[in-house]
């Protein structure tokens, strides 16, 4: 329909002021089966949109097939055709999603009437340059770091490998007044898209949160998610639909565990050694006790860490961690609190630097107590094979709840260790998993050390309602409340 001069005016007036005016009405989008359609846009991608406009920073977490990345190929377009010098920088996964993202906006450009349509300064399949002097770059995370940005927008951001140094980089380019639009499907917890999520739900940083769910979507129906629920699998549909962070990406530990694990920590604990140490329960008369340990060079690199757990119910009683403790120093903390926890049984990993805490515990400062493998050598050797072995322990006690974990650090080391591409199983690219990995040695000397140590009940333990057989009572008088302990009869 042929428009008058003024009906002209008044419509790129309209679509001037009103993104969403202009894509409803102007933009056309491929239909993998309709072909070439109008974008008519949903409730949840307007709200989308007044976000975005509404806000300088934006984190959005959607589900799968939500239209978000065409979304921001139409407001990309908008931008630059009614804003001068404005520079629109899209970063996606690989060059394929680069490219395929110009591609969305030069066929949206191309299908616009001529009245709408500035002149083209240059066009290939990384940039699209127009006569207002603004221009979309659309390009793997890496390339154009020093580049002034008016809005950047970074597609599948939790799936971006090289996304914290690209992050690291750009952000002095945008500091002074740029826009950032980061969207992404979830993809685990050890990555920066989650990170910046996690801070902005706490108010930590300047980003504003925008959550979609699948359910906001017209034609994902409850039928439709039963039928498709089971055709993709549990994790897949968390992470593609259901927007869950935990348990998804690659985690050795599953989904439900995670979870189980992260509502039962217990922030309630006194700390020693500079903050370096937690302590949820004090040693209790009669029980026995299993330090289990990893150490470092406490150069600020990896940590040296350990775990005190309760060998009567698997309960983490007290944790240490710290990179700024030298091994001497280790040695004594160690051997303090082994005394501390009634000689504690201490399992030392004996590879590399183990070996040198083992002797200055055991020639130097004389602990008598260290765990012995069944070749009698002190500490536990990891190799490939017997790590398998260690880390099948850790999974099946954390599956099974036969240890209690009341730490918030040692539960987040949990959540960032993975199951890498090539089948090794480790902490993510900058995370560490120290804690994690003396907790695997802990799950799986546990039992062998339960079959070699008598266990006695708890004293005075609430919740055991084990009676002490070697405990009578003696009264020498109506006030006298005391008890004597028969255990020497049968020593």
């Known amino acids: 329909m042929e428009l008058t001069k003024e009906e002209i005016i008044n419509e790129i007036k309209k679509c001037q002021e009103d993104p969403i005016y202009f894509i409803n009405n102007y933009i056309l989008i491929e239909h993998p089966l309709r072909g070439l359609v109008p974008f008519h846009l949903y409730a949840f991608q307007q709200r989308i949109l007044n976000e975005v406009k509404d806000h300088r920073f934006n984190v959005i977490r959607k589900f799968r097939q939500a239209g978000v990345t065409t979304l921001c190929a ?12 404005h520079n629109i920088m899209v970063v996606s996964i690989g060059d394929r999603e680069s490219t395929a993202f110009l591609r969305r906006v030069t066929l949206m450009y191309d299908d616009l009437p001529l009245w ?14 127009l006569t207002t002097n603004s221009r979309i770059r659309s ?22 490998p090289e996304m914290r140094e690209f992050w690291t980089a750009i952000f002095p380019t945008i500091s002074t007044g740029g826009k950032v639009t980061m969207l992404s499907t979830v993809n685990g917890m050890s990555n920066v898209f989650y990170e910046i999520y996690r801070e902005a739900t706490e108010r930590n940083n300047s980003f504003n949160v925008v959550d979609i769910h699948w359910r906001e979507h017209p034609d994902y129906t409850e039928k439709w998610a039963e039928e498709t629920k089971p055709n993709i699998g549990e994790r897949a549909w968390l992470q593609e639909y259901e927007c869950s962070f935990l348990g998804t990406g690659d985690t050795f530990i599953d989904h439900s565990t995670l979870g189980r694990l992260r509502g039962s920590t ?19 008369p009669y029980a026995n006790y299993l330090i289990s340990v990893d150490s470092s060079y406490g150069r600020e690199k990896d940590y040296s860490a350990f775990h005190v757990l309760d060998l009567y119910n698997g309960t983490q009683v007290a944790e240490f961690y710290s990179n700024k403790t030298s091994l001497r120093d280790f040695a ?7 005394y501390k926890y009634n000689t504690a049984n201490i399992v030392i990993e004996r590879n590399g630097l183990g070996l040198a805490l083992i002797e200055k515990l055991f020639e130097e400062l004389e602990y008598e107590n260290l765990w012995m493998d069944d070749k009698s050598e002190f500490g536990m050797l990891i190799t490939a094979k017997s790590k398998e072995a260690v880390l099948a322990s850790l999974e099946d006690c ?17 959540l960032t260790f993975i199951i890498t591409e090539n089948g090794k199983i480790e902490a993510d690219d900058g995370y560490n998993d120290d804690l994690a990995l003396s907790l695997a040695v802990a799950c799986h000397t546990m039992g062998d050390i339960l079959d070699s140590t008598p266990m006695m009940p708890h004293v005075g333990d ?20 005391d008890s004597e302990d028969l255990r020497w009869v049968i020593e």
């Open 116 to 129: 709408l349509k500035p002149g083209i300064q240059e066009k290939n399949k990384h940039n699209l340059h």
């Open 266 to 284: 217990n922030d309630n604990y006194r700390e020693t050694y500079r903050k370096r140490m937690r302590v949820w329960e004090d040693p209790k």
């Open 398 to 414: 954390l599956r099974t709840s036969k240890v209690k974990i009341n730490s918030e650090r040692t539960v987040s080391e949990l």
């Open 74 to 85: 139409a407001y990309s377009l908008w931008s630059i055709i009614f804003n001068e010098h």
């Open 462 to 481: 609430e919740k055991s309602n084990t009676k002490d057989e070697y405990i009578i009572p003696i009264k020498t008088s109506r006030y006298d409340d």
């Open 139 to 160: 390009q793997p995370a890496g390339a154009g770091r020093g580049e002034a940005v008016s809005h950047l927008i970074v597609d599948e951001a939790a799936f971006i």
């Open 332 to 338: 004594e903390i160690i051997k303090e609190e082994g």
